[in-house]
Nanobody, 124 residues
Framework: VQLQASGGGLAQAGGSLRLSCAAS????????MTWFRQAPGREREFVAA????????SYADSVKGRFTISRDNAKNTLYLQMNSLKPEDTAVYYC??????????????????WGQGTQVTVSS
């Protein structure tokens, strides 16, 4: 499956952005999906994930209550709605797909396919 992330850009603190991740090659409904992010000089960190059905979701503590992961399997697209943005949310955001595991996976090694990343910059 090929993944294409989009929707990044520049936002002010307190603002919102919505990221999209479009899948091609195979149906998105076959995979658990996730968003990770990586800031300069830091390791890639988990942001949010959802199982293939969308029934189970998990969020990093740092984004809980502000970010919402969702998926539209009919449109083969994963989303990340980001509200109340903070400067510390600045990073390159990556979407990824992995095999269904029955529980939400939160480590990079659980995901096999990665998009190219989209830059999110939040100014104070």
């Amino acid at each position: 499956v090929q993944l294409q992330a989009s929707g990044g850009g520049l936002a002010q603190a307190g603002g919102s952005l919505r990221l999209s991740c479009a899948a091609s090659g195979r149906t998105l409904g076959s995979y658990d999906m996730t968003w990770f992010r990586q800031a300069p000089g830091r390791e890639r960190e988990f942001v949010a994930a959802t199982t293939w059905s969308g029934y189970s979701k998990s969020y990093a503590d740092s984004v809980k209550g502000r970010f919402t992961i969702s998926r539209d399997n009919a449109k083969n697209t994963l989303y990340l709605q980001m509200n109340s943005l903070k400067p510390e949310d600045t990073a390159v955001y990556y979407c990824a797909a992995g095999p269904p595991r029955g529980v939400v996976a939160t480590t990079p090694r659980d995901y096999d396919y990665w998009g190219q990343g989209t830059q999110v910059t939040v100014s104070s």
